[in-house]
């Protein structure tokens, strides 16, 4: 029955060898057609027209901490309860700020009280 098996296992193998070269044909031409550096994804996300969030459009976790840091609005988060918009400057901002967005938005608060008063 193992003897069988063996021309099958060798078809599957020279198969696998064809699909691997496919794909990196494929890899290849992909490569080819990507836009230079500087462009890509996060500039096609840019707003079209200027979106305006919470503390002057910026990123309220710079605010807590007592820094404007503008933001463009390409990441930003609605507060499903108030309605108000956050813009952020990296997803890293964002994805900290979600970690618990109450204290958060409580922070920047009391940050742009501090930031306004001067």
Not at 43 to 52: F, L
Not at 89 to 97: H, I, V
């Amino acid at each position: 029955m193992i003897g069988l098996l063996a021309p099958h296992r060798r078809m599957l193998s020279v198969a696998a060898a064809l699909l691997a070269v496919a794909g990196t044909q494929a890899h290849a031409q992909v490569a080819a057609t990507l836009p230079a550096a500087g462009t890509g994804i996060w500039k096609a996300a840019v707003p079209a027209k200027p979106m305006q969030g919470e503390f002057e459009g910026n990123d309220p976790l710079g605010v807590a901490a007592g820094a404007k840091i503008k933001a463009d609005c390409s990441l930003n988060w609605i507060d499903p309860d108030e309605g108000k918009r956050y813009c952020f400057s990296s997803g890293t901002s964002l994805e900290y700020f979600l970690d618990r967005p109450r204290f958060n938005i409580a922070r920047a608060r009391q940050g742009w009280q501090k930031l306004t008063a001067r």
